[in-house]
């Protein structure tokens, strides 16, 4: 499942996300007998492979990124979202377009999985658009998961929805209020954010130890201050996802790293 954060600055959006990912393989053993019974063994191996997870328009037009299910139509999720992006290079809006993906997703996962259960997939796309006179973000949730608990991701459908996540978060405020809401939260070092993932109640966790720690150095020492640009606040995502991972390879098993192999971070400026 991975880990995909989103966040919202005064500088822009960035998408960042663990590189793991999870793959299978069965391995035919050598017949053997289970009393007069001749049986097939086989063994199943669980190990991580590396792809990237977000990815950028050319010209910095939008951002996208996922998490779940690993492949689409028989190659890797992040090669499926690539041939989207050429497809899509200038898009009329993000409605349209993230209609268009919602459609074209949800049809080929149902070929893909034929009648075996739905595996889980959420896909976020951002960038900015005019709103009222004035650029705000807008950010779409593409997926096939209707329901999610402090437990995990549940109702898991064939179906994939979509929804504008910021408008629906920023939906009482004016366009022209929205940027200065999200710099009053960064200054506050609680920058607005989505988080889509595994055990997504741990991630929380650290990463809000992580952010009162990074305050408290901010407040206490002059060799830490508050990011003032993208590329700051694109360092307090990669620390993030790089300690989420520290806590799986210090704490799982192999076949359990379902977190980790470095960090991609890509990004847009508010225009």
């Not at 009648?115 to 650029?135: C, S």
């Not at 920058?191 to 966790?205: C, E, I, K, M, S």
């Not at 990463?207 to 150095?217: H, P, Q």
Request: net charge negative; glycine share 8%.
């Amino acid at each position: 499942m991975s880990i995909l954060l989103v966040e919202v600055i005064p500088q822009g959006i960035i998408f960042g996300a663990d590189r793991n990912v999870t793959i299978r393989r069965v391995v035919p053993q050598s017949p053997g007998t289970v009393g007069n019974t001749n049986i097939n063994i086989i063994q199943e191996y669980r190990g991580q492979s590396q792809r990237p997870k977000v990815l950028r328009w050319p010209q910095r037009k939008a951002l996208i990124g996922y998490v779940g299910e690993a492949k689409i139509s028989g190659v890797p999720t992040d090669e499926w979202l690539y041939d989207f992006i050429g497809d899509n290079l200038n898009f009329q809006n993000f409605e349209v377009l993230s209609e268009s993906l919602r459609l074209k997703v949800e049809e080929q996962r149902r070929i893909d999985e034929g009648n075996r259960q739905a595996a889980a997939l959420i896909i976020h796309l951002g960038g900015f658009e005019e709103r009222d006179g004035v650029q705000v973000p807008t950010i779409y949730v593409i997926r096939n998961v209707w329901h999610h608990s402090p437990t995990g991701y549940e109702d898991i459908r064939k179906e994939f929805q979509k929804v504008e996540a910021f408008g629906e978060a920023f939906q009482n405020t004016l366009p022209q209020e929205i940027r200065r809401h999200i710099e009053t939260l960064a200054s506050h070092y609680e920058p607005f954010w989505f988080h889509q993932g595994f055990d997504l109640g741990t991630f929380n966790v650290i990463e809000e130890f992580l952010k009162a720690a990074f305050r408290t150095l901010c407040e206490g020492s002059s060799k830490h201050s508050l990011p003032q640009s993208l590329q700051g606040w694109e360092q307090q995502v990669r620390m993030s996802i790089l300690t989420y991972g520290a806590y799986f390879q210090a704490y799982k098993g192999p076949s359990e790293q379902f977190v980790g192999g470095g960090v991609d971070v890509v990004s847009i400026e508010w225009p």
